[in-house]
């Protein structure tokens, strides 16, 4: 099982965005396939590493065709790679990305991307209610210094029902809870890349055991499952 990523892989996805037409493609998929066979194997190690601290279900390594029916870019291939790494459903919630690219636009991202309509509203509930135990984890030294602040969509004002007044309006009116991790090439070809991940992903652990208490209850406290 590879344990890194070649260099090859962003030496490739380089060339790929040069030559992004069928007949280059062609012409070089064995290459493409020896390649794609390495990084499947890091993906798969990592998420090795990530089984020893979380329960994922699935890995899913997404292909490297564009869907172009319903896009102005025509453009048949994706410039990079990306996998998925899916916890157990429907005990735990939240979900770990990490995509490959060339140029330093690598990067992880982790939390809720498309929260359905029924799990927003009641994340903006529970914020409405208390927002200390969010705070506590936004301010904590080393999930900052890992993560940041929430990146994402958010409404202009408070959604309807909520007053626009509330302390945590600047949580309460978020569409998305995401947090995102930026790497440059030379960290993603580093020995040790897929065990800074698994690190990373580790650490936001929190804000997932916080998420998921809070989407298996109701304001009660109640379970849910």
Same mark, same amino acid.
């Given at each position: 099982?590879?344990?890194?990523?070649?260099?090859?892989?962003?030496?490739?996805?380089?060339?790929?965005?040069?030559?992004?037409?069928?007949?280059?493609?062609?012409?070089?998929?064995?290459?493409?396939?020896?390649?794609?066979?390495?990084?499947?194997?890091?993906?798969?190690?990592?998420?090795?590493?990530?089984?020893?601290?979380?329960?994922?279900?699935?890995?899913?390594?997404?292909?490297?065709?564009?869907?172009?029916?319903?896009?102005?870019?025509?453009?048949?291939?994706?410039?990079?790679?990306?996998?998925?790494?899916?916890?157990?459903?429907?005990?735990?919630?939240?979900?770990?990305?990490?995509?490959?690219?060339?140029?330093?636009?690598?990067?992880?991202?982790?939390?809720?991307?498309?929260?359905?309509?029924?799990?927003?509203?009641?994340?903006?509930?529970?914020? $409405?209610?208390?927002? +200390? %135990?969010?705070?506590?984890?936004?301010?904590?030294?080393? *999930? @900052? !210094?890992?993560?940041?602040? =929430?990146?994402?969509?958010?409404?202009?004002?408070?959604?309807?029902?909520?007053?626009?007044?509330?302390?945590?309006?600047?949580?309460?009116?978020?569409?998305?809870?995401?947090?995102?991790?930026?790497?440059?090439? $030379?960290?993603?070809? +580093? %020995?040790?890349?897929?065990?800074?991940?698994?690190?990373? *992903? @580790? !650490?936001?652990?929190?804000? =997932?055991?916080?998420?998921?208490?809070?989407?298996?209850?109701?304001?009660?406290?109640?379970?849910?499952?």
């Amino acid at each position: 099982m590879s344990t890194t990523i070649p260099k090859e892989t962003l030496d490739f996805l380089k060339r790929l965005a040069n030559n992004n037409d069928r007949d280059w493609f062609n012409t070089h998929k064995p290459e493409f396939k020896t390649i794609e066979k390495q990084v499947k194997s890091a993906y798969n190690h990592l998420g090795s590493l990530m089984s020893a601290h979380d329960q994922i279900e699935k890995i899913k390594i997404f292909r490297i065709y564009r869907d172009v029916r319903f896009s102005k870019n025509k453009l048949p291939y994706k410039t990079h790679f990306g996998g998925a790494f899916h916890r157990k459903k429907p005990e735990l919630r939240g979900g770990y990305y990490l995509h490959i690219q060339p140029n330093n636009e690598s990067f992880l991202g982790t939390g809720f991307w498309d929260p359905n309509k029924e799990d927003l509203y009641r994340i903006r509930k529970e914020f $409405e209610v208390d927002d +200390s %135990e969010m705070r506590a984890i936004l301010s904590d030294k080393s *999930f @900052k !210094n890992t993560w940041g602040n =929430f990146v994402g969509d958010e409404l202009k004002t408070a959604p309807k029902g909520f007053d626009k007044e509330h302390p945590a309006i600047d949580l309460i009116r978020k569409k998305q809870y995401i947090f995102i991790k930026n790497y440059s090439d $030379e960290e993603v070809l +580093s %020995e040790d890349f897929l065990e800074n991940v698994n690190e990373a *992903f @580790k !650490n936001i652990r929190p804000f =997932f055991d916080y998420m998921t208490d809070v989407l298996t209850t109701n304001l009660n406290g109640e379970s849910l499952l």
